[in-house]
């Protein structure tokens, strides 16, 4: 069965959360943005893209055809299945150019009216339909998103199983009791691809030692982890932490640990509501930079966290910003060393300051005796979003302050 994967705007993170999650190096590109895995497996796709922050959709690819537009409607009309009411339809198109699919759609329409099929053909002024139109418009409970890839001479022909729940991911973000904006907040999709970088499983122990309003841990409790600890040096930080986690679990589903959503194991049903998630939660008020006098040495399997990137407003002096963060990280490096496990990762966002003259990031000689994890295969490591230095780029145009995305490893 082959499977395809929409990736976020930034290709290189989106591909690295992907592959780290899937565990496979069978993943192809056949397109800027689209990933796709042929594999025995079924893929329970609106499981797995709860868990995926770096996924705009998740599909199954059924047909290979010419680029023709009959060839195109015989593959698509076995699955133009009615469903009650209206039968509602649109088409993504991904690949070099453009792709003329007007024909396609008005024959379509045709064969739908012609079995007595009410039907309305969904339409949008990109090649593409966003996630938030297609989850609008009903396309996947109601009708049908039908994707198609060009590779070369041919068009891969595929279905949409699942969007990005877009909602969640915003209510998550914005709606929580306790935000921080002056120290800034780290997005919940952001926050699950740095979890799935770290390819820790369920039962072991995930630190985040700058814990902040806990985006991390809501974030990890969600997706089934059991074993959390926050730390911070504000007392603040883990009151807010403590009232998001209780917030987060009394209004969004968990993850069950023990399912697997890449072989199709049965989840609580989507019309369940919500439920208090479980796991062993520690929050404690410790500094970083003395966190081994609190935690046993090689007691942690991985290390997932977002310190302070320093300040964001009013005029700040870069250079001196960046030796008080260097400072800062080498101190706690050296602590993460002691309490992390043999082999254990550290996944860590470190600010990359945009200025006039430049772009200024911190010094990679702070990481001591660990060693760097590169994201992506020697194959991928061009894809945009990638620093050149084995780490990745996260940020919009206009931002002064990007975030830079390391894998380190004991």
Known sequence: MKYFFILGTNQAISFAELSAVLDKTALTLPYANVAIIDQ????DAEQLIKRLGGIIKIGRLFAETKVDTAAMLSAIKPLARPAPGKFKFGFSYYGPGRLNLKPLGMELKKFLSGNGTSCRWVVSREPTLSSVVVEQNGLLKNGAEFVLIRTGNKILIGQTLAV????DLEMRDYGRP?????SGMLPPKLAQILINLARVKKTEKLLDPFCGSGTVLTEAALM???NLIGTDASKKAIDDTEKNLKWTLQNFQFFPPQRDPVKAVAIFPATAGPRQGGGNFQLNTIDATKISESLKSNSVDA????????PQRGKIDTRATVRELENLYAASLAQFHKILKPGGRIVMIWPVFNTPSGRIMLSQKIISRLKIVPPLSQANQTLPGTTG???LLYGREGQKVWREIIILEK
């Open 178 to 182: 306790a935000r921080d904006d002056l």
């Open 303 to 310: 290390i997932v966290t977002e310190p302070f990137l320093g």
């Open 40 to 43: 025995a497996e079924i893929i």
């Open 164 to 167: 990005q729940p877009f909602k």
């Open 224 to 226: 089934g982890y059991q």
């Open 389 to 391: 230095r084995q780490t």
